[in-house]
Every structure is written in structure tokens, then in C-alpha cells.
């Protein structure tokens, strides 16, 4: 018992430490660069099959491709971190445990959300906006050769907060229920919903050539995201003192988004932070208008996206917090019903 404890008391924060303090290094094997190479492997195989689009089947075929995808990646990177697990701790619990930390903390994507916004926001500090704009493009789809010096504040503060939800918090939702289901962490849960995330951004658009090979995706992604982002909305609120303003800006304007969960997460920190985001982007030279999320009462500065990074950060740790005291709980409840 007090071996299994101190697993599960340890393994999470040890975790969520390794992404704070080294996060994802330039050229380290990841897991989301395997996923991101089966998908568009797997993609182009697909696209190069010699089926018309005149054929009356070739909608159904390519969603039945994407679903046969979608199905494939998911359970196989949660089966694939079990496994390695599993064998890990064949050869030593020490080798497994190190290796559990490492895969989790690949999940986590906090010290990579802080890394490109600062990589965009410093050279716009020393008022070199060229460079800002040539960062901006490595992590926005929008174009970014004309936009000013708001816009570039605008898209880098919409990316922290569209990306709070499915590229941090909701991953630890996922190892959280994974290590009270089947202990070991979640790391099968964890790899799962990273997966989910990773065909969603990759082939989850309503446009071709991924309308039909990503429609099972993109819902299914919705809908296992759909409950922490509402947690999420939720714990920020209390955080910040702003719960009932949150959920009433929430109901007036997240609802006017075509995403049932980036549009909360967008709307919550413009809530929190006072600040107005969405509006009129430039997609490969067209237009496309966004709703607007939020009240403009301050502007978008440095110093607001450097506060929801840090709300991003107090919400992971409270909801980190809350897990090792509930393991704590169960297990202290288990040892006093054994004796």
C-alpha cells in the first residue's frame, strides 16, 4: 500500500515538474511527432488512392478512413503507453517509473505554450515586429505578414488560451481519471487524449482535403473535451473571483463560436483579463471573422498574456493538488478498512 501511495502521490507532480522546467527540447523523440507521422502518412496513403470524388461513395469511403484513423491512434498510443509501461517495469520498477514520468510529462504541454510566447513576444519587446510576425507563423495558421503589432498580441494571447485547455489542462484531467481507474498514472489515458488532440489540429477542419478523413476526429475530439473544459471554465472563475461574470460573458458570447470548447476557453481569460480577442483574420489571403469573446475594457498587452500563462499554471496545480489528496484519501481509507 504505501509503495502504490507513494507512487501515485509522486508521479504526477514529478511530471508536471519535468515539462515546467525542460518542457519538449528541439529534436527529442515525443510521442506527438510519432502521431503526427502515422497521421500524415496514413493521410496521403488515402489521398493517393484512385477514387473519384464523382464516385457517389467517395465521402462515405474517406470517412470511414478517417474513422478507421481516428479509432487506430487513439486506443493504439493509449495501448502503446500501457505497454511500454508494462515492460518497462518488467526489467525494473525504477526504469518504468522513470520512463512513466517522461511519457506524462510529454503530455503535458505547459513549458511549450510559455516557450512560443515568449519566442514571439521578445523580439516584438525590442520592437522588431518582422521578427515577431516570422515567429507568430510558426504556431498560428493565420497570416502574419501584415499584421500589427495588436494583431501579433491578439493571436499570441488567442493561442495561450485556446490551447489552455486541450494542450494542459485537459491532459491532466485524463492521467488524473486514468490513475483512479487503473493507477499507473493514466499514461494510457493521457496518450489517448493527446492523440485525440493531435488528429484534431492536424486533420480536424471542415475544409478539403480533410472535411470527410477528418469528421470523426474533430467530433470525437469535442466531445472528450468537452467536460474539463467546462471544468476548466469552471476553476478559473473561482480562481480569479469571477466565476458568475465568467459564465454570464460565457453564455453571451462562447456559444457564438463554431468550437463548443475553444470558445469557452477564449472567453473565460478575456473574462478574467478584462480584454477582447476573436475578430477578423487572414487565412491564405481570406478573409475569415471570428466572434468577439469578451468586453474591450484594457488592451491586449505582454503583461495580460503573461497572466493567463500564470492562470494556465495556478489551475493546473489546483487541480494537481486535488488529485494527490484524494489518492492520499483512498488510500488512507483502504489501509484503515484492511486493519
Avoid at 506524462?104 to 525590442?126: H, I, K, M
Avoid at 495558421?141 to 490551447?163: F, H, M
Wanted: neutral net charge.
Amino acid at each position: 500500500m504505501s509503495q502504490i501511495l507513494l507512487h501515485n502521490l509522486s508521479l504526477l507532480p514529478l511530471a508536471a515538474t519535468l515539462d515546467y522546467v525542460i518542457g519538449d527540447p528541439w529534436g527529442w523523440p515525443h510521442p506527438v511527432r510519432v502521431m503526427g507521422w502515422f497521421i500524415t502518412h496514413y493521410t496521403q496513403l488515402i489521398f493517393k488512392l484512385p477514387i473519384s470524388e464523382k464516385n457517389r461513395f467517395f465521402s462515405a469511403f474517406r470517412r470511414l478512413a478517417g474513422i478507421i484513423l481516428g479509432i487506430s491512434l487513439i486506443f493504439g498510443s493509449g495501448f502503446f503507453g500501457w505497454a511500454l509501461i508494462f515492460l518497462s517495469n518488467r526489467l525494473s520498477p525504477w526504469l518504468g517509473f522513470l520512463i512513466e514520468i517522461i511519457l506524462l510529462a510529454s503530455c503535458f504541454a505547459g513549458r511549450s505554450l510559455r516557450n512560443a510566447a515568449e519566442d514571439v513576444l521578445q523580439p516584438l519587446a525590442a520592437k522588431d515586429i518582422i521578427t515577431a510576425r516570422q515567429k507568430l507563423s510558426n504556431y498560428v495558421g493565420r497570416d502574419t505578414d501584415n499584421l500589427s503589432e495588436n494583431e501579433i498580441l491578439r493571436a499570441v494571447l488567442e493561442t495561450v488560451t485556446e490551447n489552455a485547455v486541450d494542450g494542459v489542462l485537459a491532459p491532466l484531467f485524463y492521467a488524473i481519471i486514468g490513475s483512479f481507474l487503473f493507477g499507473a498514472g493514466g499514461i494510457a489515458f493521457a496518450l489517448a487524449y493527446k492523440a485525440a488532440s493531435t488528429l484534431d489540429s492536424m486533420v480536424g477542419y471542415k475544409t478539403e482535403p480533410y472535411k470527410d478523413i477528418g469528421w470523426f476526429s474533430a467530433k470525437f475530439e469535442d466531445i472528450i473535451t468537452w467536460f474539463p473544459c467546462r471544468l476548466a471554465v469552471c476553476t478559473l472563475g473561482l480562481i480569479s473571483g469571477k466565476l458568475f461574470y465568467v459564465l454570464q460573458l460565457c453564455q453571451r458570447d462562447a456559444i457564438k463560436d463554431p468550437s463548443p470548447n475553444s470558445g469557452w476557453s477564449e472567453c473565460t481569460y478575456a473574462a478574467i483579463l478584462g480584454v477582447q480577442v476573436g475578430g477578423i483574420n487572414y487565412y491564405k489571403g481570406e478573409i475569415k471573422e471570428k466572434p468577439l469573446l469578451g468586453e474591450p475594457v484594457s488592451p491586449i498587452t505582454p503583461a495580460k498574456i503573461q497572466q493567463a500563462l500564470q492562470l494556465t499554471r495556478n489551475c493546473f496545480l489546483l487541480w494537481l493538488c486535488f488529485s494527490m489528496i484524494i489518492h492520499f484519501l483512498a488510500a488512507y481509507d483502504n489501509l484503515f478498512k484492511i486493519t
